[in-house]
């Protein structure tokens, strides 16, 4: 399967039915709206309105369809999730381009206006979705049929292994699970007849990156259920698709759900922690925020830098390797609050009175000023605005052999503030980071702009009273 060429066919045929569903609005404004009006038939001799749109409508449709995320996932969509995705979208695009365009329309009544938004409606919803429905058909054909599939890894070398193994390669029609072999998640010395060990389940990320593997199934038997909950830890920053046997459910509470009924009874661990509409808002929130901040605190910039300078040897920025979004490091850039020496012993965490603060720096820190910089690593899209603050590989070690569970932090990107940050603080040891991190995944549970509106008010307050610590 080759996800670039058939992303690159939907939208070719988005852009084609946009096209022709303005053509079409526009021909009908003109000679049934505008004709009422008037009394008399309007030519359209190549208006410039035509033209345009055609150029540019397309393009608005493609952008809105990215937007909400539907070039995600291209292989693993039911044709009735595309007549829902299709018409949602759809629904929105037109009440945009209502306002936009149709609303200052001259018009014998605002019946027409209801005419033109039903009729623009239906000229873009039923040629896009003919053609969706038919790539999509397709798609499902290939992949019933085994000429299309993902790459598959079972873990598990039980019972339920090899039952599930059998009934999939025995299914009259394909669920596109193109199985490549299976990890051990027993300490019994059994097998998958008819199929490759390609290692023990602690292996799993490697192998994962090493296969390409896009799709992985727990199947592990009863007696094993205890260590289905490290399996899911440990793959769950992994782009992978994970499905699970029923008799694992419980296992996993408040990220599983149902998306087959018609093959084998298995269930898919949900990560995602928003739709893709509301990850797309946030980025574009992000980026919009951060623009203006750089520009508001540019005058800043010059100030707090030649007082870092006068305070101290050093340079005016610190930059530090941080873990964030899927486990992935990169370098953060703050205000220099500490001397050079800071860290010659090794890893430390600040604390209260601490002496390797510098003067300038108690100020910064107490007012969040050193954090200023990481607005840079916000427009490259490594951190986020809001969001869990982003720690060492040194310290992550630690606080997962107290609370692995913090891996999930790593599902959406780090954060400039947090409500880690706002309700508790800078951290002076592991067990007190293990404390912030509670709040953190309770803001993960809860992800939503007006949330992230709440924490940067907060944080605000607590610069201007100097109360960060």
Known sequence: MNKKRQTLIYICWDLFSAGLGWW???????????????????????DIKLTLGLFILPLFWVGLYTFSGYYHHIFRRSRLREVQNT????VAGVLILFFVLLLDDSVQSYRDYYFSSGFLFLVHFVP?????????????????????????????????????????????????FFILGYVTGSDEQLTVEGLPNIGNWSDLPRIIGEKQIEDVIICMDDKDHDKVPAIVDLVQ??????????DSYGMVLGMIKMNNILGAMLVEADFEVMPQWQKSAKRVFDAVVGILALIIASPLFLLLAIWIKIDSKGPIFYKQQRIGYLGKPFSIYKFRSMRIDAETAGPQLSKENDQRITRIGRSLRKT??????????????DMSIVGPRPERQFFIDQIVKKAPYYKRLHRIKPGITSWGQVKFGYAENVDQMVDRMKYDILYLENMSLGLDIKIMIYTALIMVQGRGK
């Open 24 to 46: 079409l609005f526009f021909n009908f404004r003109k000679h049934i709206v505008e004709a009422s009006k008037h009394g008399y038939d309007i030519p359209i001799n190549n």
């Open 87 to 90: 018409f949602n979208t759809s």
């Open 128 to 176: 896009t979705l003919l053609g969706r429905l038919t790539i999509s058909t397709r798609t499902i054909r290939k992949i019933q049929s085994r000429k299309w599939g993902y790459k598959t890894i079972l873990v598990g070398n039980g019972i339920n292994a090899n039952h599930l193994y059998h009934e999939l390669q025995s299914a009259k029609k394909s669920e596109g």
């Open 237 to 246: 920053n992994e782009q992978v698709h994970l499905k699970i046997l029923p």
């Open 368 to 381: 969040r000023l050193d954090e200023i910089p990481q607005f840079f690593n916000v427009l490259i899209g």
